[in-house]
């Protein structure tokens, strides 16, 4: 299964590293909070965010530089979004999670906790 299906046990380091930003930078405040939430959940938490960001609670056995999109290898994606009023969305297809610019923080886990909340993905887990 581990070698069809992939780990359900994410390296946080491997995930940052082969993530891209348009909007944002690594050094972006809302990218260092989402990556600081996504940090401090536990680990089914973390699926649960990995699967509502890609579709898939996994990762393939080569990590994430290894994601495929709709149209093949795709790297996970922050996009950031202008529209601070909507909650964080995600496109699955293209492992792309659209980020709104929030003010603070709490207001971004919280809205993410909610978004990720309604997650439903491809495999069935």
């Not at 492992?95 to 495999?123: V, W």
């Amino acid at each position: 299964e581990f070698l069809l299906c992939g780990t359900r046990t994410l390296d946080m380091d491997d995930w940052k590293e082969h993530t891209i930003y348009k909007g944002y930078t690594e050094h972006s405040s809302m990218v260092k909070w989402f990556w600081e939430i996504v940090e401090s959940f536990d680990n089914e938490q973390r699926l649960l965010c990995l699967q509502f960001c890609t579709g898939s609670p996994r990762v393939p056995l080569e990590g994430f530089q290894a994601l495929q999109g709709s149209d093949g290898p795709r790297l996970f994606c922050i996009q950031r979004t202008e529209e601070t009023a909507r909650l964080p969305s995600a496109h699955t297809c293209f492992n792309r999670l659209d980020l709104p610019c929030y003010s603070s923080l709490q207001i971004l886990k919280e809205r993410l906790l909610l978004a990720m909340g309604g997650a439903q993905g491809f495999t069935g887990d």
